[in-house]
């Protein structure tokens, strides 16, 4: 892992005016710590294409980063990942909203 604790934000979102922050992960205290904006979209459903786009996007970035990758494989692991949690969840997820 690299010494920088922030990630740049990606050229298209430097370039457009018009974009914004729509989640971050911070790995903290020994757990997940998340900031996102609620009330982005009515449709639940638009929140299951970001969570799928996210998920190609970490095959694609892990694809880069390592040698001799099977993207199938790692996406089907994440996949098995993704339903035990959601079946069997380690935490409850807990917060507020912050201006």
């Known amino acids: 892992m690299s010494g920088n604790k922030y990630l740049d934000p990606p050229p298209a979102?430097?370039?457009?005016k018009a974009s914004f922050e729509l989640l971050r992960v911070w790995v903290a205290e020994q757990g997940q710590h998340?900031?996102?904006?609620?009330?982005t979209?009515?449709?639940?459903?638009a929140w299951g294409i970001v969570l799928a786009d996210l998920a190609r996007h970490i095959v694609?970035?892990?694809?880069?980063?390592?040698?001799?990758?099977?993207?199938?494989?790692?996406?089907?692991r994440m996949l098995e990942g993704f339903?035990?949690?959601i079946e069997s969840p380690t935490d409850d997820p807990e917060g507020e909203i912050m201006q």
């Open 13 to 16: 979102a430097v370039r457009d």
């Open 34 to 39: 998340v900031s996102l904006r609620p009330g």
């Open 41 to 45: 979209w009515d449709d639940p459903f």
């Open 60 to 76: 694609n970035a892990e694809s880069i980063h390592r040698k001799n990758f099977d993207e199938d494989a790692f996406l089907e």
């Open 83 to 85: 339903r035990a949690e």
